[in-house]
């Protein structure tokens, strides 16, 4: 039986390493990488939202928003309700910038799975997603946030 308290150091160590590689060729700043993909993922988000959910500053995501929206990849909107709040969307080109990053991201570890593992360790990979999903279903409020997921 394997000491649990080693494994879970060495998985949280591996699989930080792993996001980490799979991110180093990012075009895009990580800080706007990460809230593309956000925007992606939940929808149209407040500035306040945004950093709430990022957990940086307003000001901090203030800046990020607007360069999002200087380079035509998010649009501020209007709330229904509270004209004071302005929901940040991504626009088509947010959307095309998102795609292409998850794309290049997917295709750089697909190449790394295909060329580094046997057919055996594959199938064994496989199994830990599985097991890594199951993990993940343990704490309900793990699964509903961002927790540091990028595009």
């Known amino acids: 039986m394997p000491d ?18 799979v991110r180093a060729d990012d075009p895009t700043p990580p800080g706007v990488t990460a809230v593309i993909g956000l925007l992606g993922r939940q929808g149209p988000m407040t ?38 709040k302005a929901p940040i969307a991504l626009t088509p080109a947010g959307h ?7 794309t290049r991201r997917a295709d750089w570890l697909a190449r790394a799975i295909e060329d580094t593992l046997s057919t055996g360790d ?14 993940l279903e343990q704490d309900p409020a793990i699964t509903g946030g961002d927790h540091g997921e990028r595009a």
């Open 4 to 21: 649990v308290t080693h494994l879970a150091a060495e998985l949280r160590l591996v699989v930080g390493q792993l996001a980490r590689r």
């Open 47 to 84: 500035t306040s939202d945004l950093a709430a959910a990022r957990q940086v500053r307003p000001q901090s995501m203030a800046r990020t928003v607007s360069q999002l929206v200087e380079q035509g990849l998010a649009e501020r909107g209007t709330h229904p309700v509270d004209g004071r």
């Open 96 to 102: 095309a910038v998102l795609e292409r990053e998850r």
């Open 122 to 135: 594959q199938t064994a990979l496989a199994h830990a997603v599985d097991l890594l999903r199951r993990l």
